[in-house]
C-alpha cells in the first residue's frame, strides 16, 4: 500500500519507465543526488535550460537557484510528465515539449546565453551525432562562466563526448542514488 506522495511519484514514474523506453530511469533522481547536484549551482541564475526534467524533482530545486526575474526552460519530450510539470505553478517556467537534440536556443532563448544547460535525459537511447548536438548546443548557447551538468547517468560514456567541447569537465560518481549514477559537469 502506498503511504506517501513521494510513494505515489515513485510508482507513477516506474510506469512512465515501462510505457515510454524514452524515459531513462526507472526512478526519479534522488532526494540527496538532487541536492548534490543543487550544491555546485551558483544563485540568482537568469537564463537556465532543463532538459528531461521527468517529473520536475530537479525542477523544484532549479527554481530556488533562478532569480526572481529568470527564466527556466524545460525541454521534456513525455505528455505525461509535461502534465505534471504544468502543476508547478511558477511564472518563470516555460515549457517546450520535443527531445533535448531537437531543441532550438535562439528561438526559445531570444538570442539570450544560457547560465545553465543541465539534462539527465537518456544518452544511450541517442546516436552519436544526437549526443554530439546535444553537447555542441549547450556548449554554443551557454554565456561565459556558464555550467553544462549531466545527471542521474549510469555510465561515463558522455564524458569523453562532452570533453570534444568544453575544456573544464570533471565526473562525480554518486552512491545514494537507486542506483547509483554519474553528474558530469563542464564549465565554459
Excluded: W
Amino acid at each position: 500500500m502506498l503511504k506517501t506522495i513521494t510513494d505515489i511519484r515513485k510508482k507513477f514514474f516506474l510506469q512512465k519507465f515501462v510505457d515510454d523506453y524514452r524515459v531513462g530511469a526507472a526512478f526519479p533522481s534522488s532526494y540527496f543526488l538532487i541536492k548534490k547536484v543543487s550544491r555546485l549551482l551558483p544563485n540568482n541564475m537568469y537564463m537556465v535550460v532543463e532538459q528531461g526534467a521527468g517529473n520536475g524533482v530537479m525542477t523544484r530545486e532549479l527554481l530556488k537557484k533562478i532569480a526572481p526575474t529568470g527564466k527556466l526552460y524545460i525541454v521534456e519530450q513525455n505528455q505525461n510528465f509535461i502534465d505534471i510539470l504544468k502543476t508547478i505553478n511558477d511564472p518563470r517556467i516555460v515549457i517546450v515539449r520535443g527531445f533535448a537534440q531537437d531543441f532550438n536556443y535562439e528561438q526559445n532563448l531570444l538570442g539570450k546565453k544560457a547560465d545553465l544547460v543541465i539534462t539527465s535525459i537518456p544518452f544511450s537511447f541517442l546516436t552519436n551525432t544526437e549526443r554530439d548536438t546535444v553537447c555542441n548546443n549547450a556548449y554554443n548557447n551557454l554565456a561565459d562562466g556558464g555550467m553544462f551538468i549531466i545527471f542521474h547517468q549510469y555510465s561515463l560514456t558522455m564524458k569523453k563526448t562532452v570533453e570534444k567541447y568544453f575544456k573544464k569537465v570533471y565526473d562525480i560518481f554518486y552512491l545514494f542514488n537507486i542506483p547509483p549514477c554519474s553528474i558530469i559537469v563542464a564549465k565554459k
